[in-house]
């Protein structure tokens, strides 16, 4: 096995120590002109919009992973180590992935840059404030919903019923207390009425941002959006476009809507654009990155959020499937440590060898892996090392997947950057010229809305089927009868289990999905349903990342990560 240094720096110490390249360097790389890019400073750009629609000649790859445990299990890592990998090896690679949100990374999960040698920089503007796109994002919300409550309040001409509003706040922080809220208190403030917050990445907005192709079809997605209903029997819905919003809020999302060069460690490309939550949204960088990524290179890096059965199968059956793509290959992201938590080993305990919990744990990798074939994709599995893992560990994790009949590679990217990666990417470029992908998408969005609520559950999760909560089940009929049938489905369930329940670890059988709640985002184009206890807004761990960062006097910053 590769040894491993006795210390690796931090993720902001080696990001401060990196010296990058000229952006306008990095575009050059990939044949585009100084003219063709609008600067945000010296080492940040946005894309033109025509590289967007450019045909393709680039081949995709995902990035996916087994289920987490509350740390990740390294894939932005391992995204970020093979498009570094590639490029060593003499390959036109460009890496795609979401933007981070504030939430996490002043809670507990940190940025999601990559990490150790395989990041992307500047790490410490992308983890913050950026290109501001999400602010362009909360503006374009918040204007919908400051121009629905001022409807109520001077007539509401269109009937719209304060009961059966359904477009909520947002803002880019996990703060618990804004889950429920009362607005409108006080004589000339409005109607008062409930109201409720989601983070930014459960914005329908960012949803539409991710998926929209060009300007048109950004502003005929946000006037699809719908914002409530009208009172009485007929319930009809109430859309963007109704409250004539939509011109005002495309204008606040021109620049949002083109996606962000900027590169890794190792001076190479990358593109970093919008970042809908896996376990909430759709988890999914935006398609028009992808795009730009795929006229732009002979291979793109992309990775989807937590899981196979969150991410991966909505990257497949949602992006792919209204975008277009063809992906030839997967990397599943496998990890000792999550391993021996599917096995039964509480989480302070992880970083202790424990060969036969480890053990107890590999049929979790057997279930990604076949999460995956079954779309027509052939899987790679990179094993993820980490400090604390023993040879022993490693070598059966790795026995394992070679027995699955899938190619399989140790990546020591956190440590050694691209040069950990070589053998990934040489795995991924024999998988390449195998040339075996027959992409598929799991179901036909014909279907009806239960059905394929169901088969995702039963295919993807393992479960023997779905129960609906009575709110649930009226609200597929209201969907079905306006005109929300013919979609794809987003679930949002627990990234920690396979089923709804974040405790049942391993690969259960003899369970059931719960759906609570079923509702449609007409914008995004899909039909959301909520499993379990998932929550849109999170809140604040007791001790938050955000109490040990500061800004120091030299101008750097200290605990970002």
Known sequence: MTAIPPRVPSDIEIAQQATMRPITDVAQELGLGADDIDLYGRYKAKLPMAVTAAPPRGRLVLVTAISPTPAGEGKSTVSVGLSQAFRRLGHNAVLCMREPSLGPVFGVKGGAAGGGYSQVLPMDDINLHFTGDFHAISSTHALLAAMLDNHLYHGNELGIDPKRITWPRTIDMNDRALRQAIIGVGAGNGMMREERWVIIPASEIMAIVALASDAEDLERRLGNIVVGTTAGKDKRPIHARDLHATGAMTLLLKDALRPNLVQTLEGGPAILHCGPFGNIAHGCNSLVATRAGLALADIVVTEAGFGSDLGAEKFFDIKCRFGGLNPEAAVLVTTVRSLKMQGGVPKNALDTENLEALERGLPHVAHHVNNVQQFGVPVVVALNRRLTDTDAELQMVADYAASLGVRVALANVWAEGGAG?????????????????????????????????????????????????????????????????????????????????????????????????????????????????????????????????????????????
């Open 421 to 561: 990666g070589e053998a990934l990417a040489r795995e991924v470029l024999a998988q390449l010229a195998e040339g075996t992908a027959a992409f598929r998408p799991l179901y036909d969005t014909a279907r009806p809305i239960r059905e394929k609520i169901n088969t995702v559950a039963q295919r993807v999760y393992g479960a023997d089927g779905v129960d609906f909560s009575p709110a649930a089940e009226k609200s597929i009929d209201w969907l079905e009868a306006n005109g929300m049938a013919d979609t794809p489905v987003c679930m949002a369930k627990t990234q920690y289990s396979l089923t709804d329940d974040p405790s049942r670890l391993g690969v259960p059988t003899g369970f059931r999905i719960t759906v609570n709640e079923v509702y449609g985002s007409a914008g995004a184009g899909f039909v959301v349903a909520k499993c379990g206890d998932i929550m849109t807004m999170p809140g604040l761990a007791k001790k938050p990342a955000a109490e040990s960062m500061r800004l120091r006097a030299d101008g750097t910053i200290e605990g970002l990560s």
